[in-house]
């Protein structure tokens, strides 16, 4: 290879993840952490998938249990130690309605491993919970794989520190920063798959 295409190929190599930067910087700027944040709908399912990540999410779950919407639970990373089998029964769900996804290390995965499992205990519905500036990612990766599929799937909102108006806090610009980040990545792999 001559000097001159080692030249362009190293620019290319370069360029495209500066204008991923800057594509995301600019999406950052105009879209504001508002965007990040869908509102749930949860709908009476067969089960409640609760996302591993953060506080909140599986005490919602339970909220959700109690009420009646699903019969069962799905704890994906159950192994975090938010979203345990010892933490869901201690809040008063019964361990016989538990399944147990322990693998997963990301959104897509938690995903993934859900709609196996829904797959083989036949489980056509359930309510997703994760927290509010996790909905736009979450609800968007759920909705790619499980689009080739007849299950129906509606979204709960547990609460978080996250504001969504107001002056940003560091918390609140490093959550934007990451998931517009991983929203990007995410956007990119569904592309190329």
Same mark, same amino acid.
């Given at each position: 290879?001559?000097?001159?295409?080692?030249?362009?190929?190293?620019?290319?190599?370069?360029?495209?993840?500066?204008?991923?930067?800057?594509?995301?910087?600019?999406?950052?700027?105009?879209?504001?952490?508002?965007?990040?944040?869908?509102?749930?709908?949860?709908?009476?399912?067969?089960?409640?998938?609760?996302?591993?990540?953060?506080?909140?999410?599986?005490?919602?779950?339970?909220?959700?249990?109690?009420?009646?919407?699903?019969?069962?639970?799905?704890?994906?990373?159950?192994?975090?130690?938010?979203?345990?089998?010892?933490?869901?029964?201690?809040?008063?769900?019964?361990?016989?309605?538990?399944?147990?996804?322990?693998?997963?290390?990301?959104?897509?995965?938690?995903?993934?491993?859900?709609?196996?499992?829904?797959?083989?205990?036949?489980? @056509? %519905?359930?309510?997703?919970?994760?927290? /509010?500036?996790?909905?736009?990612? $979450?609800? #968007? !990766?759920?909705? +790619?794989?499980?689009?080739?599929?007849?299950?129906?799937?509606?979204?709960?909102?547990?609460?978080?520190?996250?504001? @969504? %108006?107001?002056?940003?806090?560091?918390? /609140?610009?490093?959550?934007?920063? $990451?998931? #517009? !980040?991983?929203? +990007?990545?995410?956007?990119?792999?569904?592309?190329?798959?």
């Amino acid at each position: 290879m001559n000097k001159r295409i080692l030249i362009r190929n190293l620019f290319i190599a370069g360029l495209v993840p500066l204008c991923l930067l800057i594509i995301l910087i600019i999406t950052y700027s105009i879209l504001g952490r508002e965007h990040l944040v869908i509102e749930g709908n949860p709908q009476k399912s067969e089960a409640i998938i609760v996302l591993s990540g953060n506080d909140g999410r599986l005490e919602h779950a339970v909220k959700l249990y109690q009420k009646g919407y699903g019969e069962k639970i799905i704890l994906t990373n159950a192994t975090e130690p938010t979203t345990t089998i010892e933490e869901a029964i201690k809040l008063g769900i019964p361990e016989e309605v538990i399944l147990e996804e322990n693998k997963a290390t990301s959104t897509y995965e938690n995903a993934l491993f859900s709609k196996d499992i829904m797959e083989k205990r036949d489980i @056509t %519905s359930a309510v997703v919970v994760t927290s /509010d500036y996790h909905t736009l990612r $979450s609800r #968007y !990766t759920f909705e +790619t794989i499980f689009s080739s599929t007849d299950m129906n799937l509606s979204y709960a909102v547990a609460p978080s520190p996250f504001e @969504t %108006s107001g002056k940003m806090n560091e918390y /609140d610009k490093r959550i934007v920063l $990451s998931e #517009y !980040t991983k929203l +990007t990545g995410y956007w990119l792999r569904f592309l190329v798959t």
